[in-house]
């Protein structure tokens, strides 16, 4: 239920048509949560059938205008409700640990160049974030919503810099295990 969530926020930050809704997932709201247009527009129906939200009178109807949607106070009940229930931290799924397990028992043969490619990935991931940081987070920014938005790209910053120091220790491994090293045989990565 947590994309219905993502929109009633993003629409409480700001009354948006579906479209500009995709377009802000797709600036923003992609780097935690993502969704296709699809799924946009298939939840728009329903949280507005729900009767959580609901689209903005418009000012002269016209067929294929956009329709703007905002929060109606069951929605933001519905949103407060959900902040404030209790949740399991999820299990971590990455198809990159499984293939590393699968390798344990087929070999590593194909590796290293995958993990190349997932270091330059969360390393570009990661100096945007610290871009992100330095353009919208500057230390005058105070207000609680500034720093709740903050602590989002915190734990961003802090998966991302993870990966990066795991993946460059792994490679390290593998480029040993590839040279056909033991563990702590030296060399360089």
Known sequence: MSLPHAILTALLEKPSSGLEL????????RYFWSATHQQIYRDLRKLEEAGL?????QAQPSRGQKR????????????????????EPR????PLLLRLRAAAVVGAAGLTAEFERHLALHERQLAEYHEIEARDFPPTKTAEPDRLQHLVLRA??????FWVQWLTESLTELRAIEAGRGPGDGGSA
């Open 68 to 87: 703007e949607y905002e929060v109606l106070p069951a929605g933001r009940e519905a949103l407060t409700a959900w902040v404030a229930e209790r949740q």
């Open 91 to 94: 299990a971590m799924r990455d």
């Open 22 to 29: 995709t377009r802000r997932f797709d600036r923003s709201i």
């Open 156 to 161: 961003g910053i802090a998966q991302e810099t």
């Open 53 to 57: 939200i609901h689209a903005l009178p």
